[in-house]
């Protein structure tokens, strides 16, 4: 499959169940990674005026969470390969670039005070291209936020053990990925740039969709085991400072 004409000819609709919050969603665990990276931001936006990438935006899901006020005092960059994907997006982005981003962006060097790398990492043959253009764009002591899947979490290693399988690494459930992560391969990976390590912050999901069955499990444990096992979480939110 050539993976740039299959992004670049489909796109994919934002769930709508992550704007949406449930009564079961303050009792059971469940998929926040975009709750959490929208709680973050508008907390570093609050009362500011900067300029923001976000590679790879699809659906905008991040910039339909922030804040309106806060996202009106934004200056806010879209890029994606997918002119279909782009549709969703027009009415949010101060600017739009339909563009491949395995090739260099059309900026200059430090324009951006945040880039956005959210669930990309995954999709691409050669990650490090992405990554050092990421700091090539990034203003001094500004933040790169970057959150991916995590193949060694609780749940993938018990799906594995206990069925021999995991829809996350399965060719016929998760075509789109073929690349996968653990911290560990993380911390190299990002180990090879200029880019110093923020924090990790719990962006995960208990026992959910990739699991093959559905188990509920109080929020208090997911919050548990966010902070304490953290090769645990279902996906990483890492936030590098350049």
Request: net charge positive; charged share 20%.
């Amino acid at each position: 499959m050539n993976y740039t004409n299959f992004y670049k000819n489909n796109a994919t609709a934002v769930h709508e169940g992550h704007f949406q919050k449930k009564w079961y969603h303050y009792v059971l665990a469940h998929d926040d990674r975009y709750s959490v990276v929208s709680h973050k931001l508008n907390k570093l936006l609050f009362n500011k005026h900067y300029k923001i990438l976000d590679i790879a935006c699809g659906t905008w899901i991040y910039e339909r969470m922030l804040d309106p006020k806060i996202r009106k005092q934004q200056h806010i960059v879209g890029v994606d390969i997918s002119e279909s994907q782009i549709n969703f997006s027009n009415n949010i982005f101060n600017e739009i670039l339909i563009h491949n981003i395995e090739n260099k962006l059309p900026y200059d060097s430090e324009t951006f005070n945040v880039v956005i790398l959210s669930e990309i990492i995954e999709h691409l043959f050669d990650p490090e291209i992405i990554i050092e253009e990421c700091y090539r764009l990034l203003k001094k002591w500004w933040l790169l936020i970057v959150t991916t899947p995590n193949i060694s979490s609780i749940q993938n290693r018990l799906s594995f053990a206990l069925f021999g399988n995991s829809k996350e690494v399965d060719y016929f459930y998760n075509k789109q990925h073929i690349r996968f992560y653990s911290k560990k391969t993380l911390k190299y990976l990002f180990s090879k740039f200029s880019l110093e390590y923020s924090r990790w912050l719990a962006c995960l999901y208990f026992f959910w969709s990739h699991f093959p069955i559905f188990i509920p499990v109080p929020l208090f444990l997911q919050k548990i085991f966010s902070l304490i096992f953290t090769n645990s979480w279902a996906w990483f939110l890492k936030i590098y400072k350049k």
